[in-house]
């Protein structure tokens, strides 16, 4: 079987960090077409920069890395440097990279590749604010047609929120951009931190990634150890929650999840809840089912999944 054609949306944060490891050791599944960048996590001079640092350290200056957009559509660019530090992947060193940032920007990479593809070809994974993914799709219309799906992290419904009382980060950063996708009448998958909450980091699972003994596996550890403190601190938890690496282990090994198809909309009006996904769960409206909702997820599996794509560098 062929790869699958993804373009790879992210902020990178150490969780998209994880995200890019588990993607580009994992050709035979994926042909990622090329990586696009935002400000999210932490403003876009260091996402493109961090998402080439990831590159470099996983084998592939080859990866083509886009800058996208800089700040939300309508709300000022809030950011992360609380969780992930001032660099966004605090727990390594951090250089400028040998590889070239392409010239092009991200929205246009975007759609250039979907123009080129065939019916439902690609899909498109943003594991931040979604931005980049709306802007495309506000210019160029026509590329709904060639998205197969898009799998994202983002949302919450039972968890509430991590960022306001009831809406997660990445949504919260730009919740018209959000709006737009969800409306944008493609097939979503959405790993909401419903699911992401359940896949934490722990002592031993950190130790796994560490006797790895590899480059690669030491500074996945390395910003993993420093990523789990603001989490273990917030909640009390074992450890840090791998977000966005969520959607890669989806699209590998989709039966490690379990999602409901249902109706999500984004609330882009109220000062109190803006950003808040409205999931009807329980089909009470006759909204249209726009989106499979992850539920669970098989943890160890999940872990499994990852060391050994980490073990493969």
């Given at each position: 079987m062929a790869a699958l054609p993804i373009i790879m949306d992210c902020d990178p944060g150490q969780d998209d960090a994880l995200a890019l490891l588990l993607a580009l050791a994992s050709p035979d599944e994926l042909d990622v077409r090329g990586i696009t960048t935002l400000?999210?996590?932490?403003?876009?001079?260091l996402t493109q920069r961090n998402a080439r640092i990831i590159c470099e350290l996983a084998g592939r200056p080859d990866m083509k890395v886009f800058a996208g957009c800089d700040r939300p559509m309508v709300n000022d660019l809030i950011t992360a440097e609380v969780v992930h530090g001032g660099t966004g992947i605090n727990g390594i060193d951090v250089y400028e990279p040998a590889m070239p940032l392409q010239e092009q920007h991200g929205v246009d990479f975007i759609i250039?590749?979907?123009?080129?593809?065939?019916?439902?070809?690609?899909?498109?994974?943003?594991?931040?604010p979604l931005t980049n993914i709306a802007m495309a799709l506000v210019k160029e219309p026509r590329i709904?047609?060639?998205?197969?799906?898009?799998v994202l992290m983002g949302g919450a419904m039972r968890e509430g929120g991590n960022f306001s009382a009831s809406a997660e980060f990445n949504i919260l950063v730009d919740p018209h951009a959000a709006h737009v996708v969800f409306k944008c009448g493609r097939p979503i998958v959405a790993m909401s931190l419903d699911v992401t909450h359940q896949v934490l980091t722990n002592a031993e699972r950190l130790a796994r990634i560490k006797a790895l003994g590899t480059p690669v596996a030491t500074a996945a550890h390395d910003?993993?150890?420093?990523?789990?403190?603001?989490?273990?601190?917030?909640?009390?938890?074992?450890?840090?929650p791998l977000h966005d690496p969520c959607t890669i282990?989806?699209?590998?090994?989709?039966?490690?999840?379990?999602?409901?198809?249902?109706?999500?909309?984004?609330?882009?009006?109220?000062?109190?809840?803006?950003?808040?996904?409205?999931v009807d769960f329980w089909h009470i409206t006759d909204r249209p089912k726009n989106c499979h909702w992850a539920t669970h997820v098989d943890v160890e599996g999940f872990y499994d999944l990852l060391i050994e794509r980490l073990g493969r560098y």
């Open positions: 400000s999210g996590n932490v403003p876009l001079s250039e590749t979907c123009m080129a593809a065939g019916a439902h070809e690609i899909t498109l994974v943003p594991t931040g709904v047609e060639k998205i197969d799906r898009i910003m993993l150890a420093f990523f789990e403190r603001f989490d273990v601190a917030k909640y009390g938890s074992v450890g840090a282990a989806y699209l590998l090994k989709p039966d490690l999840f379990e999602t409901k198809l249902c109706n999500v909309e984004v609330d882009i009006h109220s000062p109190l809840t803006q950003g808040h996904t409205a």
